[in-house]
């Protein structure tokens, strides 16, 4: 019995022995199965990693792209010819010449300048006041790992144009905001003065302001709401704040109007003004400059929505109503101030109305644009009488009146006519769900608030960089031609031509 005990009990032993090592021989496979599923896991990660890398880069919208083509085309119209006949028109004949060059020389320089460092100061990321220099020379705009051009965001989420034609219709929107200038100190001013100080004013006002206005990171940044508070973080610091300005209220017409009446101040007035007669040489182009740039205009603004939508086409219909309501202001103002409408008056009006609703054009209701249009056109008639004499400043072709007074009407009045309850079709309230903003919920004192400080900050900007910049330029090279040359005409004594042949 006792070695039957004892058996049993060294079975029992060896049978503990045994499980132990079994427990621990199963043990081992399991662990290495656990390391087999985690480095399955990583390889599928990085599959997926390389898939989303390889994948390729989303196509640009065709339409868009052929909309955002035409609409560059149209403002290069709108600035030489447009521009340039409307202004040679009104100066003396013996100017005309040295206005159309000063137009077509400053658009062509601001060009350039945009290629190489403009373009990235404005659409690049930096910090609130200005970009960086990703993009210099146009740096980065084409992949050559990709064999792609690389694409810019619209205000859709998943939707895009190739960046070089963003760039190049940007490019257009700097150039003529640098040529309204020349309208303020025209018939008098050098030639390399007014170069020199394009350059100054173009790298530290418009650049700077259309950063501040314009700049964001697209609304495919705003992929969650936990990300929406640091991604309108990194946008310009007007756009921050929630200002409205969809074609340029604030960026063009009041940031030139402001460089252009203090440069009527610096430079000085005309010899002769106000005891001898300054009558527009030829109403006949100028009217031809008021249509082209009337026409060019809808690129201006309808191209702004970066799309060819219902924006795009709210924007264009705007143009249209407003302006045509603008001329007929202003003849009505002018014929009873004087007791006749004038050609001159009508186009005029024109371009006062193309002014008020840029800020406006796709931001308001049909109706809304129409209202804007007849205020501006009576506004703008003051601006250039009744302001002007106030003012005292000798601004040769009324910039601060039209672009100025304009300008600061329609950015003031978006913010009450794109009201929901006034026919606009407010902002948009989350980028997220990209929701509008109901009713009831638009806060019409609160947006032009926003407005006005876009404004103020605008023209703040925009007078001391001016002040600076002529007093540089006045400084290096002298800002005005000699008594005798202005007399003779900035034709001959600038570029030693003359516009007509008697």
């Known amino acids: 019995m006792k070695k039957l005990l004892a058996i049993l009990a060294l079975g029992l032993a060896v049978l503990g022995s045994s499980g132990a090592v079994w427990a621990q021989a199963a043990s081992e496979p399991a662990a290495a199965a656990s390391a087999v599923v985690e480095a399955a896991a990583v390889a599928a990660d990085a599959a997926s990693a390389a898939v989303e890398a390889a994948a390729p880069a989303p196509v640009p919208n065709k339409g868009d792209t052929a909309w955002l083509l035409v609409s560059t085309l149209l403002v290069i119209m709108m600035t ?6 409307f202004y040679g028109g009104l100066v003396r004949a013996k100017n005309m010449l040295s206005v159309l060059m ?18 990235s100061l404005a659409f690049t990321e930096g910090n609130a006041f200005i970009g960086g220099f990703d ?3 146009m740096n980065g705009v084409w992949d050559n790992a990709a064999g792609t051009f690389a694409n810019a965001a619209t205000f859709s989420k998943g939707v895009y144009i190739p960046e070089i034609v963003f760039a190049a219709f940007q490019a257009t929107f700097a150039g003529i905001t640098c040529c309204l200038i020349v309208g303020a100190f025209a018939e008098r001013m050098k030639f390399s003065a007014v170069l020199m100080f394009m350059v100054l004013w173009f790298t530290f006002s418009y650049a700077p302001i259309a950063h ?49 009446l203090v440069g009527a101040f610096m430079v000085g007035k005309r010899v002769g003004y106000g005891k001898e007669a ?10 031809v400059g008021a249509a082209l740039l009337w026409v060019g205009w809808f690129g201006f603004n309808a191209g702004s929505a970066l799309e060819a939508n219902g924006y795009a086409a709210l924007a264009f219909i705007n143009t249209l109503f407003a302006t045509a309501a603008a001329v007929l202001a202003w003849c009505v103002g002018e014929a009873l101030m004087k007791g006749k409408a004038s050609m001159l008056g009508a186009a005029s009006g024109a371009v006062a109305g193309l002014v008020a609703i840029t800020p406006a054009a796709g931001n ?15 506004a703008c008639l003051w601006g250039v009488n009744g302001l002007k004499k106030m003012l005292g400043a000798d601004d040769s072709l009324d910039v601060f009146g039209v672009h100025g007074v304009g300008g600061i009407l329609g950015a003031l009045l978006t913010g009450v006519f794109n009201s929901p309850n006034l026919g606009g079709p407010s902002a948009v309230a989350d980028w997220v769900t990209v929701g509008m903003i109901a009713p009831d919920a638009y806060s019409i004192a609160s947006q032009v608030w926003i407005q006005a400080k876009a404004v103020l900050l605008t023209v703040v900007w925009s007078g001391v960089v001016s002040v600076i910049a002529f007093k540089v330029v006045d400084l290096v090279i002298g800002l005005r031609v000699t008594e ?12 030693g031509e003359t516009a007509y042949h008697k």
Do not use: C
């Not at 000063?102 to 373009?119: D, E, K, P, R």
């Not at 300054?278 to 009217?287: A, D, V």
């Open 484 to 495: 005798e040359e202005e007399r003779e005409g900035l034709d001959i004594s600038s570029h």
């Open 102 to 119: 000063q137009v077509m020389v400053t658009f062509s320089m601001i060009v350039v300048l945009w290629a190489i460092y403009g373009y």
């Open 212 to 260: 501040m206005v314009w700049f964001w990171m697209g609304p495919d940044a705003y992929a969650a709401a936990d990300v929406a508070e640091s991604m309108t973080g990194k946008a310009g610091l007007i756009w921050q704040w929630g200002a409205l300005d969809f074609a340029g209220g604030t960026v063009v017409h009041i940031n030139a109007a402001v460089a252009g």
């Open 278 to 287: 300054f009558t527009p040489h030829s109403l006949t182009l100028t009217m």
């Open 364 to 378: 308001v209701g049909i109706l809304g644009g129409i209202i804007i249009g007849l205020i501006a056109g009576f």
């Open 80 to 85: 030489v010819p447009g521009l340039a006949l």
């Open 135 to 137: 993009r210099l020379f």
